[in-house]
T-cell receptor
Framework: DAGITQSPRHKVTETGTPVTLRCHQT?????MYWYRQDPGHGLRLIHY???????DKGEVSDGYSVSRSKTEDFLLTLESATSSQTSVYFC????????????FGPGTRLTVT | DQQVKQNSPSLSVQEGRISILNCDYT??????FLWYKKYPAEGPTFLIS?????DKNEDGRFTVFLNKSAKHLSLHIVPSQPGDSAVYFC??????????????FGQGTILTVHP
């Protein structure tokens, strides 16, 4: 299994508070992604990174920001959490030559009350 | 606007029979398609893929068929086993070398294989 960890695994927070989720990989893969999974929507791409300090928006990026200061870590920040951001968040990694075959982390379940 | 659709939320089959999961897409720029499998409390895992230059790809018990004119793909699992019970997501991508692996996923289909 690819070495991907996500922290925290579970979090409950209040509306309006900032939240940061961490994805850590030990595979030295260049590409990293953040998805959210919601019933009826499948997985939707929030942000992705194609290298250190190189990031771009996905299809549901509003209210989220990311940072990647080193290869192994990709942080997702909810600047001011809202109830609509209650979801399960998955990080994924891939290499440029097999970019679509992504390895996913175990997920973070976030509840915004 | 859902560009990748899995219209069957769930599918139930008997062990040993064939499971057929379906997926439709609307974006004609998609040129690479994948299926992922997800167990509860785990992240999705890559299962099988197909390029738009092919119409079939097989890997053991799993076969993916692509019908470009109908913008439809399907995953066949033969024979189905109880361990195949999971959520299956189809995914699509297009945009060539600058896509950086961006995927558009369907909503998922819950497959239950009964012993």
């Amino acid at each position: 299994d690819a070495g991907i960890t996500q922290s925290p695994r579970h979090k409950v927070t209040e509306t309006g508070t900032p939240v940061t989720l961490r994805c850590h990989q030990t595979e030295n893969h260049r590409y990293m992604y953040w998805y959210r999974q919601d019933p009826g929507h499948g997985l939707r791409l929030i942000h992705y990174s194609y290298g250190v300090k190189d990031t771009d928006k996905g299809e549901v990026s509003d209210g989220y920001s990311v940072s990647r200061s080193k290869t192994e870590d990709f942080l997702l920040t909810l600047e001011s959490a809202t109830s609509s951001q209650t979801s399960v968040y998955f990080c994924a990694i891939s290499t440029p030559d097999r970019k679509y075959e992504q390895y996913f982390g175990p997920g973070t379940r976030l509840t915004v009350t | 606007d859902q560009q990748v659709k899995q219209n069957s939320p769930s599918l139930s089959v008997q062990e040993g029979r064939i499971s057929i999961l379906n997926c439709d897409y609307t974006n004609s720029m998609f040129d690479y398609f994948l299926w992922y499998k997800k167990y509860p409390a785990e992240g999705p895992t890559f299962l099988i893929s197909i390029s738009s230059i092919k119409d079939k790809n097989e890997d053991g018990r799993f076969t993916v068929f692509l019908n470009k004119s109908a913008k439809h793909l399907s995953l066949h699992i033969v024979p189905s086993q109880p361990g195949d019970s999971a959520v299956y997501f189809c995914a699509a991508s297009g945009g060539g070398g600058t896509s950086y692996g961006k995927l558009t996923f369907g909503q998922g289909t819950i497959l239950t294989v009964h012993p």
